[in-house]
């Protein structure tokens, strides 16, 4: 009897695979993305030309290993690249908002409308529902009468009449959407959630970033300078979300036209207070309509606006950015956003 030897021809290797080689080669022979690579990397991501095992593989080596400024950068780049649109309106302030609020109400959802009542164009963009137990802007809205656009013609519209617009993930991005809606799947959170955070979308020479890990501060901070960012300013905002604690002291890492600088906001309290048992939407609506007192509240408000005042140029230093911002709050339209 004689044996068939049986001949078995090579699988080509994955154009992907030097990617997740790259990253994943052990303590010694892995080394991070060049910016070029990364870029390259997430086009092939985006035009879905990635198996799914390869991008398991990939989000979780990135996630392990952290993003590097350049990775970052050059994600972004690609994702931008694979926009199906062009932005027909103008933006002053490019506002993320990813992490959804857990301890306290988004506050700073009040401090973006303060902006746009006088006369900043802000365009929010944010993704619900991926992590349980939060409260996510997109659901906020709703305490304020207000409803996200589903479109960027819609969002368009809404920076056109109001000065304020908020367009979810999904209808600008709806690839990145689905990556994110993989984090109860892997038990992790991924680059995306760090590079949706700098997609700015409309272009908007101004935009302000919030972080959870203060790692990622200066992480964003040097993104964004290599991204040709005119001006930009990020903070470990209070649960991750773009706003200022005042029980806390803030370090607002910056870029000015590829200069990088720091700026230490004190705390406005010397004792902390002390946060609510349950979140209760209504009272964002009572607090901008007079109708319910808090200071914690209010401070967040006036002291997230005075921060993205100071970003916009609007102020010189932090005295004048809080006196303006305090101005706003005292003359706000108190008949908008009635309760729910």
Not at 100 to 119: I, T
Not at 182 to 204: C, D, E, K, Q, Y
Not at 289 to 314: I, N
């Amino acid at each position: 009897m004689s044996l068939r030897h049986h001949e078995h021809t090579p699988v080509p290797e994955h154009p992907f695979a030097p990617y997740v080689r790259i990253l994943g080669k052990g303590r010694k022979g892995s080394r991070p993305l060049t910016q070029e690579e990364a870029c390259q990397a997430m086009r092939m991501i985006m035009a879905g030309r990635v198996l799914p095992e390869q991008l398991g593989a990939f989000l979780m080596l990135m996630r392990v290993k952290e993003e590097t400024p350049e990775e970052l950068a050059g994600f972004v780049r690609a994702v931008r690249e694979a926009f199906d649109f062009t932005p027909g309106c103008a933006v002053d302030l490019d506002w993320p908002t990813y992490a959804g609020k857990r301890r306290h109400l988004p506050w700073f959802l009040l401090s973006a409308l303060l902006l746009a009542e006088n006369g900043t164009a802000v365009f929010m963009h944010g993704a619900a529902g991926h992590t349980a137990g939060r409260l996510y802007t997109e659901d906020a809205l709703s305490a304020l009468g207000l409803r996200a656009a589903d479109s960027v013609d819609m969002a368009c519209q809404q920076l056109a009449a109001e000065g304020f617009s908020y367009l979810p993930l999904q209808q600008f991005c709806r690839k990145l959407q689905d990556i994110i809606e993989l984090r109860p799947i892997m038990g992790l959170r991924s680059p995306v959630h760090t590079l949706v955070r700098l997609l700015n979308p409309f272009a908007a020479d101004c935009s302000i970033q919030g972080i959870f890990h203060p790692g990622y501060r200066p992480v964003h901070q040097q993104a964004a300078a290599l991204l040709g960012q005119p001006h930009m300013a990020v903070l470990k905002g209070e649960g991750g979300e773009t706003e200022r604690n005042p029980d806390m002291d803030c370090l607002v890492q910056s870029v000015h036209n590829g200069a990088l600088t720091d700026e230490l906001w004190p705390a406005v309290f010397a004792r902390r207070h002390v946060k609510a048992e349950h979140l209760q939407p209504e009272q964002l609506a009572l607090l901008w309509r007079g109708g319910w007192q808090d200071e914690f509240a209010e401070a967040s408000v006036v002291a997230t606006a005075a921060v993205a005042l100071r970003l916009l140029g609007k102020a010189e230093n932090q005295p004048q950015a809080h006196a303006l911002a305090r101005r706003y709050w005292h003359e706000r339209n108190k008949d908008k956003y009635p309760a729910r």
